[in-house]
């Protein structure tokens, strides 16, 4: 929101109240990276005490409704359904149970539980990622350390383009639905109807890139030298710390899992 | 031309602008698919025209970054990027060998990239998930294994039925569109030169229409004088435009045009 | 020192049969207002994509002759560079909007940010331009959700807001309605009391003749015409060029047969008639005064 009472130096520090929100996005990655790595080391226990940490967090963070419904229909969704194929499927020969006409073995039941586990471990960090980190702050955060304006421009543009497009393809749909195509009508039918539609919103979204690359231009986008910004990203000293505590915690974690690997 | 140079030339500021659109023709086109409930994909259009507008760097980020936003919020769809940076960085590397100005060229494009595709989809679901994840084709798959087919002959054709008709379907619409692009607007991108009426027509050997070809003609064969225009190659926001920069230039851009 | 200079400009777009500008001289003085008019496809657009440099550093193609700029030659300078020396509108709103500011306050900071100017001086220089543009109520809006005339507006401002001498703009309101237009020539007006030397390609002639100090009219990629409005106006071949005329012309002209006189000026259709009833000793009704 912008206000009439201006900053010191005219730039807003950008930090929403919650203090694991406000923590810059950086560190908020190097952290849940790490917590991935770790996670790989070690066996199932340790994701498990992991993946608690992170709903935890989660609401902590007043994001745990968000979490659950990204997580549950991906990440758990998805080793669910490993773990029961693996276990039914793979080809093993200590048979535990006869289910139908398939055979659950322990190679298999062992295989799925391998395979569950390295996804719950990566697949819950990365979606703590996505609820925690605002990508319009991680770009600005990843700006400041240096990336250029080109790449940020990317990402922002793409968030807004997608919604744009999309409205722009609902539009059209419903002119289409107007004029009669069936949505329960064989596929092929389905197909032709909605074909021509794609290419002239194509057309369309791409003519319209070289008059906003004029924009950009008449913006100063290819100018050279430092551009300023009026938001800043706070990089604290708690970020500083918690980054610190979590490379150590990967040494540690690496340590112990060559420790226990030479026992 | 040294390789930063070509990456440095691809990624113009048209090509810049044009990645977010790509992205999101991926999204509608697969968001669509979905509503239809049609058995495509249809997520990687907008990374094809990319790859054949701007070559294969611009491609392959296309690609990589439309399924990065997709683990933005499913993060078990991560191992595909590396499947989406690959075959847009293949079809813009054909594309730039001229393939798809020939229907033989473009029908061989469309089983490179379903061979590619399946096989990358194979590997990744073989060696990342063990072999079933949550999609369709997927399904399929783990039917047929209960069925009693060996594993590696199911993956391949339930991931060959998918993408058969999807990649096929995708490539078509994006020579559709870039056929419908007017020349003008081609050859902003590296690769537009391929794909504009006039080269189709120098092509087929008909005489190029007017003074603009004329023009070429002379300045492949001597520098232009140094009083007389000066002629600037596409856009390039790093390239330098002093004058004397741009005859060699044109008359290599000629040449590969006449090609 | 002339805004721009431009001496013997002759372009050819790349892979076009003809040259779209031929030969073109021009001289345009710092604080000048000049209208570039003429039929489509006369070069109007081409010959301001000249003064900003995209022609040739964006379109490419064939160039000869030189444009200078505020001391500046375009040809040798990079195109983001001139970004600060010329400043380009041009007609469809929605396209301006460069697609990551998330409040029209963004919008119109985007371009200093990309300069390289200072926060504090962002802010001022935003709030200064939100305030001449009317723009307060709409600040923390979403740009992309915005209409046509008020998108077109927020560009302008994105624009004004840089400051630089020269300002283009490439026909900026043949996408809005009158009042829209209004606010926008209020603008225009004003970054030219404020020193700017503005180009402006136009349609809407009464506006035109009210408001340049200079018109050019152009013809198949030259100048046929330059000179004040009311010369230009005047002259019989203007309208042969397929130029629309100020409504006071087409007065004027209807007025001849009656063997009235009248100055070559005024060009404003009140002026004209104020002048009409002066000279017939009759009372006009938008002219008289209310005294009876």
Redesign the interface.
């Known amino acids: 929101m912008t206000t009439p009472d201006i900053p010191a130096d005219g730039v807003r520090v950008d930090a929403p109240a919650n203090p694991i929100l406000r923590l810059n996005p950086i560190t908020v990655l190097t952290v849940l990276l790490a917590a991935c790595a770790i996670s790989l080391f070690f066996g199932w226990q340790v994701t498990l005490c992991l993946i608690a940490a992170y709903l935890l967090t989660a609401l902590a963070a007043g994001r745990l409704g968000r979490y659950l419904s990204l997580w549950l229909r991906s990440v758990v969704l998805l080793s669910v359904v490993i773990f029961a194929l693996q276990a039914l499927l793979y080809p093993g020969e200590t048979v535990l149970r006869e289910v139908l006409f398939l055979d659950i073995t322990a190679e298999g039941v062992d295989k799925g539980l391998r395979i569950a586990t390295m996804v719950m471990s990566i697949g819950s960090a990365l979606i703590l990622g996505s609820v925690l980190i605002d990508i319009r702050r991680m770009t600005r955060a990843l700006e400041q350390r240096g990336t250029s304006p080109t790449a940020s421009y990317i990402v922002l543009s793409t968030l807004t383009m997608i919604p744009q497009l999309k409205a722009h393809m609902a539009t059209i749909m419903d002119a289409q639905r107007a004029r009669g195509i069936e949505t329960d009508a064989s596929p092929l039918v389905r197909a032709k109807a909605f074909l021509p539609t794609l290419s002239p919103l194509i057309l369309n979204s791409i003519v319209g890139v070289e008059e906003r690359a004029l924009t950009l231009e008449a913006r100063g986008f290819s100018s050279k030298g430092a551009t300023t910004s009026l938001v800043r990203i706070p990089d604290t000293g708690i970020d500083r710390t918690l980054r610190a505590l979590t490379y150590a915690a990967i040494v540690i974690a690496l340590a112990v899992r060559i420790w226990l690997w030479m026992q | 031309m040294t390789l930063a140079r070509r990456v440095r030339e691809d990624f113009s500021l048209m090509a810049i602008l044009i990645i977010p659109i790509a992205i999101a023709i991926n999204f509608v086109g697969g968001s669509l698919a979905l509503a239809l409930k049609l058995p495509l994909y249809l997520d990687s259009i907008g990374t094809f025209l990319v790859a054949m507008l701007a070559g294969p760097f611009v491609g392959a980020l296309t690609g990589f970054l439309s399924l990065a936003f997709v683990s933005a919020t499913d993060p078990t769809t991560l191992p595909w990027t590396v499947q989406a940076a690959v075959v847009g960085a293949m079809v813009g590397w054909l594309a730039r060998r001229g393939l798809l100005r020939r229907a033989a060229g473009v029908v061989l494009t469309i089983l490179l990239v379903i061979l590619v595709s399946v096989t990358g989809v194979v590997l990744i679901r073989l060696f990342i998930f063990g072999g079933f994840t949550t999609t369709g084709s997927s399904v399929i798959a783990a039917v047929m294994v209960a069925a009693g087919i060996p594993m590696i002959p199911a993956q391949f054709a339930s991931s060959f039925v998918s993408e058969l008709p999807d990649k096929t379907l995708s490539v078509l619409l994006a020579l559709v569109v870039i056929r419908s692009m007017s020349d003008r607007y081609l050859i902003k991108f590296s690769n537009g030169h391929l794909f504009t009426a006039h080269s189709r027509r120098a092509r087929r050997g008909k005489p190029a229409d007017g003074p603009a070809d004329e023009a070429a003609g002379a300045g492949a064969l001597q520098l232009a004088p140094l009083d007389g225009p000066s002629t600037y190659g596409s856009y390039d926001r790093w390239r330098g435009t002093r004058p004397a920069a741009a005859p060699a230039t044109t008359a290599r851009a000629h040449e590969e045009a006449r090609r | 020192m002339d805004a721009v200079t431009i001496e013997n400009l002759?372009y050819?777009?790349?892979?076009?049969?003809?040259p779209a500008l031929r030969d073109i001289d021009l001289t345009i003085g710092a604080g000048e207002l000049v209208s570039v008019v003429g039929a489509n496809g006369s070069g109007k657009s081409s010959l301001c994509q000249a003064i900003?440099g995209?022609i040739?550093?964006?379109?490419?193609?064939?160039?000869?002759g030189r444009v200078v700029v505020d001391g500046t030659d375009v040809?040798?300078q990079?195109?983001?560079?001139l970004?600060?020396t010329v400043?380009?509108?041009?007609q469809?709103p929605?396209?301006?909007?460069?697609?990551?500011a998330?409040?029209v306050?963004?919008e119109i900071?985007?371009?200093?940010?990309?300069?390289?100017?200072?926060?504090?001086?962002?802010?001022e220089r935003v709030e200064r331009v939100l305030e001449d543009a009317g723009l307060q109520e709409l600040?923390?809006r979403d740009p992309?959700q915005l209409s046509g005339g008020q998108q077109q507006r927020v560009?302008l401002a994105?624009?004004l807001v840089?400051d630089q001498p020269v300002l283009v703009l490439d026909e900026p309101t043949s996408q809005l309605d009158p009042a829209s237009t209004d606010g926008v020539f209020d603008l225009v007006l004003a970054a030219r009391a404020r020193g700017r030397t503005v180009v402006l390609v136009e349609h809407k002639m009464e506006h035109v003749a009210e408001f340049s100090d200079r018109v050019v009219v152009m013809d198949g990629g030259s100048i046929a015409l330059n000179g004040t409005p009311a010369e230009v106006f005047s002259d019989p071949r203007c309208e042969a060029l397929g130029t629309r005329l100020p409504e006071s012309m087409y007065l004027r002209r209807a007025l001849e047969p009656s063997g009235l006189r009248l100055s070559p000026t005024p060009l404003r259709l009140e002026d004209l008639l104020q002048e009409i009833s002066s000279g017939t000793g009759g009372s006009h009704p938008t002219t008289a005064p209310e005294v009876h």
Do not use: K
């Open positions: 002759t050819t777009y790349p892979q076009a049969p003809a900003r995209f040739p550093h964006f379109y490419g193609g064939e160039l000869a040809a040798a990079e195109i983001g560079d970004a600060g400043g380009f509108v041009f469809n929605f396209t301006q909007m460069s697609g990551v998330r409040t306050f963004g900071a985007f371009g200093l940010e990309n300069l390289g100017v200072a926060p504090l001086e962002i802010h600040r923390d992309m560009a994105s624009v840089m």
